[in-house]
């Protein structure tokens, strides 16, 4: 059988992939992006997108449309409640992007899509990888319908469940929260600003408001259960027990609802020969502080970039570098995200002495600052 070669095979066309295709093809690669799921099937869970991350999108023509798709939220705010704890300021940051981008994940990808169709590159969905075989100077995936491919390198881009990380034998280190997570859109009414992303602290579990294009918002909570499909009564209860009190805000309708479990793992490794992780294949961890997708798509970008110097004829130990450098990151990042979580969810006895600590921090510009430059992804430059 005469397999197929590419310079690299993509496995997942979410933000991830898309976003390496899309650096891969521009540096001038013969790229096969292949998807498990079918046309417009992607649930949309990812919805902030950092000044950092625009900042690395910047050279891929796609960052002008995601800004005017975008809502700009200069602040991030933590509250108990009515009482603000800590607002993180982004507007002072000396970046083109001043701002948290809110945006669907939809939206992203669409955009991601467009700018690799542009390049003359395409998904191929649904295609299901069921095998991997590495050869001395390839890599072979079998697919459950049609024919082998294969490629010199591949990029797992293919998420929690990745079938590229199990395939390669790299363990997937890290635990599972108690807690569900519900998320749904909404369209709200009176109580919430539409100008900052708002963490609410509450002995029943955190809850995020934060505003969405087409006037809606998007809220995630940490619940023991969620529902399904969470409708009116069940996100308003969850505002009315953790949101704003003094100017309650009201869910009108919810145009889109889901229910997912968080882990917190982070693979052994990045790289097992001619395969690299990124995106959540490689980490996975609570949504606090919006960082999942940012830190995939930073991923994606570094991979592109090593793999591109690698085909060029650069050594292969650049392909460990990346690895090594993006499980360092991913520490960081999980470790953040974990500390917003343990925080957020402090028992009753804890909460005041938490809440005290927390204010007085707040008042102090270099804390505010220095968070503000973690959350951003800036002090990843």
Known sequence: MNTPIADVLIVGAGPVGLTAAVAL????????????????????????????TLEILEPYGVVPALVQRGV???????????RL?????????????PYTLMISQADTEKFLLERLTELGGKVTRPAV??????????????????????ARYLLGADGMHSLVREQSGIGFTGGTYAESFTLADVHLSGGVPRDEVILYFSPAGLVVVAPLPDN?????????????????AFVQGLLDERGPQANPATVDDVVWGSRFRVHHRIADTFRHGRVLLAGDAGHVH?????QGMNLGIEDAVNAATTLSRVL???PDSLLDDYAAARRRTADAVVAIASRLTDLATASARVRPLRNTAMALAGKAPAVRNRLAWRLSGLDRR
């Open 312 to 314: 060029a004829g650069e």
């Open 216 to 232: 809606r918002f998007r809220i995630v909570a940490t619940v023991d259960e969620a529902p399904h499909d969470p409708d009116i």
């Open 85 to 97: 704890l800590l607002a993180v300021p982004f507007s002072d940051l000396p970046t083109a992007y």
């Open 286 to 290: 609570s949504p606090a502080g919006g």
């Open 72 to 82: 700009h939220t200069p602040t991030f705010a933590i509250r108990d409640r009515d």
């Open 129 to 150: 990888v069921t095998g991997l075989t590495q050869q001395p100077d390839s890599v072979v995936a079998a697919l459950s319908d049609g024919e082998p491919i294969g």
């Open 25 to 52: 093809k521009q540096l001038g690669h013969d790229v096969v992006v292949v998807d498990r799921q079918a046309e417009g099937a992607n649930t949309s869970r990812a919805a902030v997108v950092h000044p950092h």
